[in-house]
C-alpha cells in the first residue's frame, strides 16, 4: 500500500500569523517539518497541503525549496483539500500532520502507522484519542476509503474543516483504533501556536538540534526534566479547540 504523509500548511493562523514560515536554526519551521516527515519510514511520500490564497504562495515556494509536492485547495474545506492531496499521489493510506509541530518524531509517527497497518480493514488510527505524548506529536493514519467517504458524505461545516471529525464520529461505520504510550506525558505541550509555544520551541531547538540530525521526543523529555523552568514558558497555553 502506498502511504503519503500531508502536511497541513497555511499562513493564515489565527493566535500566530506566519509561524510555519518563522527561522527556527537556521531553516524554516515547514522545513524542519517536512525534514522530520521524510524520516517516517513507513510513507514513501509528503506532499505539503496548503491553500489557494495569494498569501500561501510563500508555502508551495517553500515545499519547491524542499524538494517535496505541494497541492492547493479550499482554505475551509480542509477535508476536500486532503482528499484531493491524496486521490492526485493515488495514496491508499494518508497520514495526517500539522505544520506547526516542529518536534513531530518519526518513530512515534512510525509506530502510529505500524499500529493501522498491523490490524486488516482498519479505517483510521491515531496517537490522540488517548493521549499520552506531548502534545506536538500528533499524528493520523487513515484509509483512502475512509477518507473517500467521509468527502462525500460529511456535510456540517466542523466536518468539512476538520479532516478527520467524520471518521472518528461514527464508529458504527468506520473502524477506529488508537496508539498509546506506556506513561502519560500529555501534559508537555510542544506544538506552536503562540508566542510562548514559539519561544520554548526556539529553547529546545537551541540546545538540541544539529543540522542534518533529528533530535527524538525522548531527547526533548529529559531536557525537560532536566530544566523544569522551561515547563513554565507555555504553561498558561489554552489549547485552541
Given amino acids: 500500500m502506498k502511504v503519503v504523509t500531508v502536511i497541513q500548511a497555511r499562513m493564515g493562523s489565527t493566535r500566530l500569523p506566519g509561524k510555519v514560515m518563522l527561522q527556527l536554526e537556521g531553516k524554516t519551521v515547514l522545513a524542519h517539518v517536512v525534514e522530520r516527515c521524510k524520516a517516517i519510514s513507513l510513507s514513501s511520500e509528503v506532499v505539503v497541503a496548503t ?3 495569494a498569501q500561501d ?13 505541494c497541492h492547493r485547495g479550499s482554505e475551509d474545506d480542509v477535508l476536500s483539500r486532503y482528499y484531493e ?35 486488516a480493514g482498519m479505517d483510521y488510527c491515531d496517537n490522540v484519542t488517548e493521549r499520552t505524548f506531548p502534545r506536538g506529536l500528533d499524528t493520523e493514519v487513515i484509509s483512502f476509503s475512509a477518507l473517500e467517504r467521509a468527502y ?20 458504527e461505520w468506520f473502524k477506529l483504533t488508537t496508539f498509546s504510550g506506556e506513561d502519560n506525558l500529555s501534559s508537555y505541550r510542544w506544538t506552536l501556536d503562540t508566542e510562548e509555544d514559539w519561544r520554548l520551541i526556539q529553547e529546545i531547538y537551541r540546545q538540541l538540534y544539529i543540522p542534518g540530525e533529528i533530535f527524538s521526543w525522548k531527547e526533548c523529555i529529559k531536557l525537560m526534566e532536566r530544566n523544569p523552568h522551561l515547563i513554565k514558558i507555555n504553561a ?3 489549547q485552541k479547540v
Fill in 85 to 119: 492531496a491524496a486521490v492526485s499521489r493515488n495514496a491508499d493510506v494518508i497520514v495526517r500532520v500539522t505544520s506547526d509541530c516542529p518536534l513531530l518524531d518519526p518513530d512515534i509517527s512510525n509506530l502510529t502507522i505500524e499500529k493501522f497497518l498491523s490490524i
Fill in 51 to 53: 491553500t489557494t490564497k
Fill in 57 to 69: 504562495n510563500i508555502i508551495e515556494i517553500e515545499a519547491d525549496k524542499l524538494g517535496v509536492l
Fill in 152 to 171: 462525500n458524505e460529511a456535510q456540517r461545516e466542523d466536518e468539512r474543516e476538520h479532516v478527520c471529525h467524520y471518521i472518528y464520529e461514527h464508529p
Fill in 236 to 238: 498558561n497555553v489554552e
